[in-house]
């Protein structure tokens, strides 16, 4: 009695694991963009900490130099919106020629994406010494919690 052959599977071919690697390297890439925007030419971006802390998000950014009026706090498609505008400096006393000008001027925006769910009413935002602090409240989990949707008998 002849036993019934099993055709081998084909191996993947080359052109499959190279279509495979790509979509990996683009899911990866989709990633980075995400957490890492560049800055517009000519802008700039003040540095930002993001912390959990006692069942609030902190956000701590450096903006030295900047005055409240400076700056607007947006919340917009679940990101945060920090956005200002550095007023141009100029030396007093006379016509000056900079030789080194490192620190940045002019409009900034800074988007920060929200993955937790916040309550943007109990929002606070405090600027002490070029450090503005914005502290969001955690919204509760609900996961786990059941609920019951009534059924009702249509007559």
Do not use: H
């Not at 190279?18 to 990866?28: A, H, I, M, P, S």
């Not at 930002?48 to 701590?60: H, I, P, Q, T, W």
């Not at 020629?97 to 409009?107: D, K, N, T, Y």
């Not at 606070?124 to 969001?136: C, K, R, S």
Request: hydrophobic letters at 40%; glycine letters at 8%.
């Amino acid at each position: 009695m002849a036993l019934p052959r099993k055709t081998p599977r084909p191996a993947l071919s080359e052109m499959a694991l190279l279509q495979r690697e790509v979509n990996q390297l683009f899911g990866r890439l989709a990633d980075t963009e995400r957490n890492e925007r560049p800055v517009a030419a000519g802008g700039w971006q003040p540095s930002a900490d993001v912390y959990e802390c006692s069942g609030n998000l902190v956000l701590v950014v450096e903006v030295p130099g900047l005055f409240p009026d400076q700056l607007r706090i947006a919340c917009r498609d679940q990101n945060l919106v920090l956005s200002g505008d550095r007023k141009e400096r100029r030396p007093s006393g006379g016509a000056a020629a900079f030789l080194c000008m490192e620190r940045p001027q002019g409009r900034f925006k800074r988007v920060i994406p929200l993955d937790i769910a916040v309550d943007l009413r109990g929002a606070q935002a405090t600027l002490d010494n070029g450090v503005l602090t914005i502290t969001l409240p955690r919204v509760k989990d609900r996961r786990g919690r059941e609920v019951v949707i009534p059924v009702e008998r249509k007559e």
